[in-house]
Every structure is written in C-alpha cells, then in structure tokens.
C-alpha cells in the first residue's frame, strides 16, 4: 500500500512564506507526476502546481512567481516552497501521487494524502 505524508504547514503573516513537504511510502516503482492541491473554506479543490518525474513544472495562475515545486525522485518526495503569502492561502492544501505504479503490479494509481493546514493570518 502506498502512503502520502505531508507535513510543514501553519500559521503565517501575510508576505511570510512556507515550505510544504510531501513524502509518499511504499513499494513504490514509480511516479508519474506529484501534485499540490489546495481547498480553501466553502470552495473547490483546487490545483496549485505539479511536477513530472521528468522536472516539468505548472503552476495556478495565483501562485507563479512566488511558490516553487521541487521533488526529489529517490525519495518519492515533493516540496511546496510557499513565499509571499496572501490571507487567501487559507487552505488545506493536499498532495497528490499521480499514476504511481507499485513494484510488481503494473496498474498505476493516483493516491492522496490527508492534507496539509495553511492558515494566513490578516
């Protein structure tokens, strides 16, 4: 079974920053694609960045320029570096593992973590 952990999240002043981590566990072959998402009260869940197990990044249009998605593929691990928080970033922010292929299965699954709370202070 794979497990999705993050951690890193809190309280912070508008213009501080964060840094989010996310380390998924388990007989992990490969992953095709590690993600961010983030649901903010009373809203949608909602997509923040990604990263391919090949480097290729996308970012939500509300965050390029101040967070930045990093992995690291050996240890099935993705980062969420946070700056320049608004109020707005509120949110549960949860990690997804896209197209993860266990080591002697060949059917991938995406699976997700618990979340993740980010509160803005105002």
């Known amino acids: 079974q794979v497990q999705l952990v993050e951690s890193g999240g809190g309280l912070v002043q508008p213009g501080g920053s964060l840094r989010l981590s996310c380390a998924a566990s388990?007989?992990?072959?490969?992953?095709?694609?590690m993600n961010w998402y983030r649901q903010a009260p009373g809203k949608q869940r909602e997509l923040v960045a990604s990263?391919?197990?090949?480097?290729?990044?996308n970012y939500a249009d509300s965050v390029k320029g101040r967070f930045t998605i990093s992995r690291d593929n050996a240890k099935h691990t993705v980062y969420l570096q946070m700056n320049s928080l608004k109020p707005e970033a509120t949110a549960i922010y949860y990690c997804e593992a896209e197209r993860v292929v266990v080591t002697g299965l060949f059917t991938p699954y995406d699976y997700w973590g618990q979340g993740t709370q980010v509160t803005g202070s105002s």
């Open positions: 388990g007989n992990i072959f490969s992953i095709y694609a």
């Open positions: 990263i391919t197990s090949g480097g290729s990044t």
